[in-house]
Structures are given as C-alpha cells and as structure tokens.
C-alpha cells in the first residue's frame, strides 16, 4: 500500500500569520476603546479668551481629566502594514500627559492602559481566540 500525502505548511503558516494579524488588529481596536474610556472624566472649566482652563485637573499618576476631549478622540490605531500596527495618538498634548514634564508630573494613559488589559490582551492574541 502506497500512501501519498500533500505538504501543505506553508499554507498552514500562511492562514496562522492571517489569523495573527486580524488578532493584532483586534487588540488595537481593544486598547483603542478602553483608553478613550480611561480619559472619559470631565471637569468644569472656565473660558479664558479663546481656551478652557480645567478647574479640577487629575492628580499625578491617574489618568488625565479631560475639558474639551480633543485628546480622547485622537486615541486611534493605524495599521501599517501586515503584523505591523500603531496604537495611541498623534497629539503632542497626549504625549506631555502620558509623559509628564519639568512642569508637571505624568498621568500616564497609554502604558497604564496596555498594563493593565494584558489579560484581555493575551485572549485576544492568541492564534485562535475563544
């Protein structure tokens, strides 16, 4: 009896690194709505001239408060090419909070974010999610 078989790995591989990339993409999307969610607090504000002053700011280390919510709403993903994506924001003001300066201490979002979905992170990617 002759028996004859088919290799098919690299298609195998191929439909894996599929399914990895819409996990990666999932994920992103994932971070994406829950930072925009941790940066949801409003604030009174005060109109001075053209902008609005926050009248009760987050303290060091919590997420920032928000006033007009021009920071949350840049909170996005781009996917960039095949397994490669970017998550956070464009928006040098995002980056002085996540950060911090000489001026003021960090509230920082984005890493505080990614810390602390690992879990929700580690279903999402794997190969096949349940």
Request: with cysteine; proline share 5%; aromatic share 10%.
């Amino acid at each position: 009896m002759q028996v004859k078989f088919k290799d098919n790995s690299k298609e195998v591989m191929q439909a894996l690194l599929n399914q990895l990339d819409r996990n990666i993409e999932a994920a992103c999307i994932h971070l994406t709505s829950t930072a925009r969610v941790n940066v949801n607090v409003s604030q009174p504000y005060v109109i001075s001239g053209e902008r609005r002053h926050g009248l009760d700011p987050s303290a060091p280390g919590e997420y920032p408060k928000k006033v007009t919510g021009f920071g949350q709403r840049s909170i996005s993903y781009q996917k960039k090419g095949f397994l490669w994506y970017r998550f956070g924001t464009g928006v040098k003001y995002m980056a002085y909070l996540n950060n911090g300066t000489s001026r003021m201490a960090a509230r920082p979002w984005l890493i505080r974010t990614v810390e602390e979905q690992q879990n929700a992170l580690r279903k999402i990617l794997a190969v096949n999610p349940k």
